[in-house]
Protein backbone atom coordinates (compact mmCIF):
# COMPACT_ATOMS: atom_id res chain seq x y z
CA UNK A 1 0.00 0.00 0.00
CA UNK A 2 2.58 2.38 0.79
CA UNK A 3 4.53 1.66 -2.13
CA UNK A 4 1.57 2.72 -4.37
CA UNK A 5 1.12 5.90 -2.10
CA UNK A 6 4.67 6.76 -2.42
CA UNK A 7 5.09 6.43 -6.30
CA UNK A 8 1.39 7.87 -7.12
CA UNK A 9 1.68 10.87 -4.33
CA UNK A 10 4.86 11.06 -2.73
CA UNK A 11 7.45 11.06 -5.63
CA UNK A 12 5.80 13.42 -7.28
CA UNK A 13 6.11 15.97 -4.23
CA UNK A 14 9.21 18.15 -3.29
CA UNK A 15 10.57 15.80 -1.44
CA UNK A 16 11.44 18.39 2.07
CA UNK A 17 7.52 19.17 1.48
CA UNK A 18 6.55 15.55 1.11
CA UNK A 19 9.06 14.71 4.46
CA UNK A 20 7.52 18.00 6.79
CA UNK A 21 3.78 16.54 5.92
CA UNK A 22 4.69 13.14 7.37
CA UNK A 23 6.79 15.04 9.73
CA UNK A 24 4.09 16.34 11.04
CA UNK A 25 1.23 13.70 10.93
CA UNK A 26 3.83 11.09 12.76
CA UNK A 27 4.11 14.13 15.87
CA UNK A 28 0.96 14.46 15.77
CA UNK A 29 -0.20 10.73 16.34
CA UNK A 30 2.33 10.39 18.82
CA UNK A 31 0.96 13.02 21.08
CA UNK A 32 -2.51 10.99 21.80
CA UNK A 33 -1.67 8.50 23.98
CA UNK A 34 -4.83 6.72 22.40
CA UNK A 35 -3.76 6.74 19.08
CA UNK A 36 -0.34 5.82 19.60
CA UNK A 37 -0.86 2.58 21.03
CA UNK A 38 -2.79 1.56 18.51
CA UNK A 39 -0.43 2.54 15.95
CA UNK A 40 1.88 0.39 17.67
CA UNK A 41 -0.56 -3.12 18.17
CA UNK A 42 -1.54 -2.22 14.01
CA UNK A 43 2.24 -2.58 13.27
CA UNK A 44 3.07 -5.04 15.75
CA UNK A 45 6.22 -3.00 17.66
CA UNK A 46 7.80 -5.74 19.84
CA UNK A 47 8.00 -4.33 23.19
CA UNK A 48 11.16 -5.64 25.33
CA UNK A 49 11.51 -8.76 25.59
CA UNK A 50 13.91 -11.59 23.95
CA UNK A 51 15.17 -8.21 21.34
CA UNK A 52 15.79 -6.02 24.71
CA UNK A 53 19.38 -5.00 24.86
CA UNK A 54 21.63 -3.32 27.67
CA UNK A 55 23.42 -0.45 26.60
CA UNK A 56 24.66 2.96 28.60
CA UNK A 57 23.28 1.35 31.75
CA UNK A 58 19.64 1.00 30.58
CA UNK A 59 17.77 -1.02 28.77
CA UNK A 60 16.30 -0.80 25.40
CA UNK A 61 13.86 -2.82 24.06
CA UNK A 62 15.62 -3.87 20.52
CA UNK A 63 18.81 -3.03 18.63
CA UNK A 64 17.16 -0.65 15.84
CA UNK A 65 16.93 3.25 16.35
CA UNK A 66 16.23 6.16 13.88
CA UNK A 67 19.08 8.14 12.62
CA UNK A 68 19.91 11.82 13.26
CA UNK A 69 18.30 14.38 10.56
CA UNK A 70 15.08 13.11 10.14
CA UNK A 71 13.81 14.78 13.58
CA UNK A 72 16.43 17.70 13.70
CA UNK A 73 14.17 19.48 16.97
CA UNK A 74 12.77 16.74 18.85
CA UNK A 75 9.49 17.54 17.53
CA UNK A 76 7.92 14.12 17.05
CA UNK A 77 10.31 11.18 19.06
CA UNK A 78 6.84 9.86 20.90
CA UNK A 79 5.29 9.53 17.69
CA UNK A 80 8.47 7.95 15.80
CA UNK A 81 8.91 5.77 18.96
CA UNK A 82 5.41 4.62 18.17
CA UNK A 83 6.43 3.33 15.09
CA UNK A 84 8.81 1.02 15.65
CA UNK A 85 12.59 2.64 16.55
CA UNK A 86 13.72 1.51 19.55
CA UNK A 87 16.08 4.55 20.40
CA UNK A 88 15.40 7.96 18.34
CA UNK A 89 18.58 10.02 17.56
CA UNK A 90 17.62 13.70 17.08
CA UNK A 91 19.33 16.76 15.24
CA UNK A 92 21.80 17.75 14.21
CA UNK A 93 21.17 20.51 16.49
CA UNK A 94 23.63 23.33 16.53
CA UNK A 95 24.36 26.11 19.61
CA UNK A 96 22.30 28.76 17.86
CA UNK A 97 19.43 28.63 15.75
CA UNK A 98 20.16 28.80 11.82
CA UNK A 99 17.66 28.34 8.66
CA UNK A 100 20.54 25.90 7.25
CA UNK A 101 21.08 25.83 3.22
CA UNK A 102 19.18 27.31 0.57
CA UNK A 103 16.55 25.71 -1.42
CA UNK A 104 16.50 22.58 -2.86
CA UNK A 105 18.71 21.06 -0.57
CA UNK A 106 17.16 17.33 -0.65
CA UNK A 107 16.67 15.37 -3.98
CA UNK A 108 15.90 11.54 -4.24
CA UNK A 109 17.99 9.38 -6.16
CA UNK A 110 14.92 7.28 -7.11
CA UNK A 111 17.42 4.17 -9.00
CA UNK A 112 19.16 3.55 -6.30
CA UNK A 113 16.45 4.55 -3.61
CA UNK A 114 19.19 6.78 -1.99
CA UNK A 115 18.82 10.39 -0.94
CA UNK A 116 20.99 13.41 -1.39
CA UNK A 117 21.07 16.66 0.60
CA UNK A 118 22.94 19.60 1.37
CA UNK A 119 20.38 20.82 4.24
CA UNK A 120 23.38 22.63 6.56
CA UNK A 121 21.84 21.60 9.79
CA UNK A 122 18.75 23.85 9.57
CA UNK A 123 17.21 23.43 13.20
CA UNK A 124 15.85 25.86 16.11
CA UNK A 125 19.11 26.02 18.39
CA UNK A 126 19.82 24.32 21.10
CA UNK A 127 18.12 26.21 23.94
CA UNK A 128 14.62 25.56 22.16
CA UNK A 129 15.69 21.79 21.70
CA UNK A 130 16.69 21.85 25.31
CA UNK A 131 13.33 23.28 26.27
CA UNK A 132 11.48 20.76 24.31
CA UNK A 133 13.53 17.82 25.74
CA UNK A 134 12.79 18.87 29.47
CA UNK A 135 9.27 19.08 28.69
CA UNK A 136 9.20 15.40 27.05
CA UNK A 137 11.15 14.11 29.76
CA UNK A 138 8.81 15.78 32.47
CA UNK A 139 6.32 12.83 31.42
CA UNK A 140 6.72 8.98 32.54
CA UNK A 141 6.30 7.99 29.08
CA UNK A 142 8.63 10.80 27.89
CA UNK A 143 11.17 9.21 30.55
CA UNK A 144 10.93 6.17 29.46
CA UNK A 145 12.20 7.09 25.62
CA UNK A 146 15.86 6.47 24.32
CA UNK A 147 16.91 9.76 23.04
CA UNK A 148 20.49 10.54 21.50
CA UNK A 149 21.46 13.78 20.48
CA UNK A 150 23.37 14.68 17.61
CA UNK A 151 25.43 17.95 17.62
CA UNK A 152 27.10 20.20 15.28
CA UNK A 153 29.10 23.36 14.42
CA UNK A 154 27.60 26.77 14.18
CA UNK A 155 27.78 27.24 10.22
CA UNK A 156 28.99 31.20 11.44
CA UNK A 157 31.36 29.74 14.03
CA UNK A 158 35.01 29.84 13.34
CA UNK A 159 36.67 26.45 13.28
CA UNK A 160 38.92 28.20 15.92
CA UNK A 161 35.80 28.60 18.34
CA UNK A 162 34.84 25.33 17.12
CA UNK A 163 35.36 23.90 20.52
CA UNK A 164 33.36 26.43 22.73
CA UNK A 165 30.70 26.16 20.40
CA UNK A 166 30.35 22.65 20.62
CA UNK A 167 30.83 22.61 24.26
CA UNK A 168 27.62 25.25 24.61
CA UNK A 169 25.26 22.53 23.00
CA UNK A 170 26.56 20.15 25.23
CA UNK A 171 25.91 21.75 28.46
CA UNK A 172 22.09 22.53 27.53
CA UNK A 173 21.22 19.18 26.00
CA UNK A 174 23.21 16.71 28.05
CA UNK A 175 20.68 16.72 31.28
CA UNK A 176 18.38 15.01 28.57
CA UNK A 177 19.73 13.19 26.52
CA UNK A 178 20.87 9.26 26.65
CA UNK A 179 23.39 9.77 24.96
CA UNK A 180 25.32 12.81 23.09
CA UNK A 181 26.81 12.32 19.18
CA UNK A 182 29.19 14.76 18.04
CA UNK A 183 28.69 15.22 14.62
CA UNK A 184 31.87 16.45 12.92
CA UNK A 185 31.40 14.68 9.53
CA UNK A 186 28.65 16.24 7.34
CA UNK A 187 29.32 17.61 4.22
CA UNK A 188 26.85 20.26 4.26
CA UNK A 189 28.44 22.58 6.77
CA UNK A 190 31.95 24.68 4.85
CA UNK A 191 34.94 23.16 6.77
CA UNK A 192 32.91 20.89 8.99
CA UNK A 193 34.48 17.27 8.20
CA UNK A 194 38.44 19.13 8.56
CA UNK A 195 37.49 18.51 12.53
CA UNK A 196 37.57 15.39 11.96
CA UNK A 197 41.81 15.81 11.70
CA UNK A 198 43.02 14.00 15.04
CA UNK A 199 44.68 17.52 16.20
CA UNK A 200 41.10 19.56 15.48
CA UNK A 201 38.94 17.03 17.12
CA UNK A 202 40.66 16.62 20.12
CA UNK A 203 39.98 19.94 21.42
CA UNK A 204 35.82 19.54 20.39
CA UNK A 205 35.52 15.96 22.05
CA UNK A 206 37.69 17.15 25.32
CA UNK A 207 35.30 20.38 25.36
CA UNK A 208 31.99 18.19 24.43
CA UNK A 209 32.86 15.53 27.35
CA UNK A 210 33.79 18.06 29.96
CA UNK A 211 30.89 20.52 29.47
CA UNK A 212 28.45 17.61 29.04
CA UNK A 213 29.70 16.41 32.61
CA UNK A 214 29.16 19.75 34.00
CA UNK A 215 25.56 19.60 32.74
CA UNK A 216 25.08 16.22 34.08
CA UNK A 217 26.34 16.83 37.66
CA UNK A 218 24.60 20.08 38.25
CA UNK A 219 21.37 18.18 37.31
CA UNK A 220 22.16 15.22 39.36
CA UNK A 221 21.79 12.89 36.37
CA UNK A 222 24.39 10.30 35.21
CA UNK A 223 27.20 11.10 33.31
CA UNK A 224 26.25 10.88 29.32
CA UNK A 225 27.84 8.91 27.24
CA UNK A 226 29.71 10.89 24.19
CA UNK A 227 30.41 9.41 20.69
CA UNK A 228 31.49 10.65 17.57
CA UNK A 229 30.34 10.39 14.34
CA UNK A 230 32.22 9.91 11.29
CA UNK A 231 32.28 10.25 7.43
CA UNK A 232 32.60 7.08 4.87
CA UNK A 233 34.97 9.12 2.84
CA UNK A 234 37.83 8.74 5.81
CA UNK A 235 40.35 6.75 5.07
CA UNK A 236 41.26 3.35 6.18
CA UNK A 237 44.39 5.26 8.64
CA UNK A 238 42.30 8.36 9.33
CA UNK A 239 39.50 5.73 10.94
CA UNK A 240 42.29 4.31 12.95
CA UNK A 241 43.38 7.44 14.24
CA UNK A 242 39.85 8.38 15.12
CA UNK A 243 39.71 5.28 17.33
CA UNK A 244 42.98 5.70 19.04
CA UNK A 245 41.63 8.95 20.12
CA UNK A 246 38.32 7.35 21.14
CA UNK A 247 40.30 5.37 23.01
CA UNK A 248 42.83 7.65 25.07
CA UNK A 249 39.85 10.03 25.51
CA UNK A 250 37.99 7.47 27.22
CA UNK A 251 34.75 8.01 24.72
CA UNK A 252 31.95 5.83 24.37
CA UNK A 253 32.15 4.88 20.95
CA UNK A 254 31.75 5.68 17.36
CA UNK A 255 28.88 6.34 15.19
CA UNK A 256 29.53 4.73 11.75
CA UNK A 257 28.66 6.49 8.45
CA UNK A 258 27.67 10.03 7.67
CA UNK A 259 26.57 10.64 4.68
CA UNK A 260 29.26 10.48 1.51
CA UNK A 261 30.79 13.17 -0.98
CA UNK A 262 32.28 9.79 -2.91
CA UNK A 263 29.29 10.43 -5.77
CA UNK A 264 28.79 12.61 -9.15
CA UNK A 265 25.12 13.50 -8.76
CA UNK A 266 25.66 17.30 -7.54
CA UNK A 267 26.54 19.07 -4.74
CA UNK A 268 25.35 17.27 -1.03
CA UNK A 269 25.98 13.98 0.87
CA UNK A 270 24.21 10.71 -0.88
CA UNK A 271 22.82 8.29 1.90
CA UNK A 272 20.94 5.02 1.10
CA UNK A 273 22.20 1.75 -0.35
CA UNK A 274 25.40 3.20 -2.17
CA UNK A 275 26.73 3.03 1.68
CA UNK A 276 26.24 0.00 2.63
CA UNK A 277 30.03 -1.81 1.31
CA UNK A 278 31.50 0.98 3.12
CA UNK A 279 29.72 1.21 6.41
CA UNK A 280 29.99 -2.44 7.14
CA UNK A 281 33.91 -1.84 6.28
CA UNK A 282 34.47 1.08 8.75
CA UNK A 283 32.70 -0.44 11.46
CA UNK A 284 34.30 -3.84 11.15
CA UNK A 285 37.37 -1.90 10.94
CA UNK A 286 36.43 0.17 14.75
CA UNK A 287 35.46 -2.96 16.56
CA UNK A 288 39.02 -4.59 15.70
CA UNK A 289 40.44 -1.66 16.76
CA UNK A 290 38.21 0.13 20.21
CA UNK A 291 38.10 -3.87 21.42
CA UNK A 292 34.28 -5.74 22.43
CA UNK A 293 33.52 -2.51 25.57
CA UNK A 294 32.91 0.26 23.25
CA UNK A 295 29.21 0.81 21.39
CA UNK A 296 29.63 1.10 17.69
CA UNK A 297 26.15 2.07 15.94
CA UNK A 298 26.22 1.10 12.53
CA UNK A 299 24.66 2.83 10.19
CA UNK A 300 24.36 3.66 6.47
CA UNK A 301 22.27 1.72 3.54
CA UNK A 302 20.39 -0.25 6.31
CA UNK A 303 17.08 -0.55 3.59
CA UNK A 304 16.18 -4.36 5.19
CA UNK A 305 16.45 -6.87 8.15
CA UNK A 306 18.82 -8.50 6.33
CA UNK A 307 21.09 -4.84 5.69
CA UNK A 308 21.00 -4.69 9.44
CA UNK A 309 22.23 -8.12 10.46
CA UNK A 310 25.43 -7.13 8.82
CA UNK A 311 25.84 -4.71 11.01
CA UNK A 312 25.70 -6.54 13.78
CA UNK A 313 27.55 -9.37 12.34
CA UNK A 314 30.22 -7.25 11.92
CA UNK A 315 30.40 -6.01 15.00
CA UNK A 316 27.72 -2.82 15.52
CA UNK A 317 26.49 -2.69 18.81
CA UNK A 318 22.86 -0.45 17.36
CA UNK A 319 21.86 -0.05 13.97
CA UNK A 320 20.46 2.88 12.75
CA UNK A 321 18.36 4.12 9.39
CA UNK A 322 16.76 6.96 8.06
CA UNK A 323 16.63 7.10 3.92
CA UNK A 324 14.74 3.12 3.96
CA UNK A 325 12.23 4.65 6.13
CA UNK A 326 11.28 7.21 2.96
CA UNK A 327 11.06 4.74 0.68
CA UNK A 328 9.67 1.63 2.72
CA UNK A 329 6.97 3.83 4.71
CA UNK A 330 5.83 3.67 8.27
CA UNK A 331 5.71 -0.04 8.79
CA UNK A 332 9.69 -0.39 8.12
CA UNK A 333 10.84 0.28 11.92
CA UNK A 334 9.05 -2.24 13.17
CA UNK A 335 9.23 -5.10 10.58
CA UNK A 336 13.13 -4.44 11.35
CA UNK A 337 12.60 -4.38 15.32
CA UNK A 338 10.57 -7.48 14.79
CA UNK A 339 13.47 -9.84 12.21
CA UNK A 340 15.86 -8.37 15.10
CA UNK A 341 13.61 -9.55 18.00
CA UNK A 342 13.09 -13.25 16.50
CA UNK A 343 16.68 -13.24 15.89
CA UNK A 344 17.33 -12.62 19.56
CA UNK A 345 15.30 -15.54 20.59
CA UNK A 346 16.36 -17.95 18.12
CA UNK A 347 19.52 -16.80 19.39
CA UNK A 348 21.51 -15.50 16.49
CA UNK A 349 21.63 -11.93 17.96
CA UNK A 350 25.04 -10.65 18.50
Known amino acids: MYRLLFDLVFRRMDPERAHELAFALIGAVGRVPGLRSLVSRALRVPRGGAGAVRVWGRTLPGRFGLAAGFDKNARAVEGLAMLGYSFVEIGTVTA ?156 DGVVAVNTTVGHTLGPGGLSGPPLLARGLDVVARLRTRLGEEAVIIGVGGIASPADAREYLAVGATLVQAYTAFVYEGPAFPARVSRALADDARRGGAR
Open 96 to 251: EPQPGNEKPRLWRVLDQRALRNRMGFNNEGSAAVAARLRRLRATPHGRSLVVGVNIGKTKVTPAAEAPADYATSAGRLAPYADYLVVNVSSPNTPGLRDLQAVESLRPVLTATRVAADEATVRAGRPVVPVLVKIAPDLSDADVDAVAELVAELGL
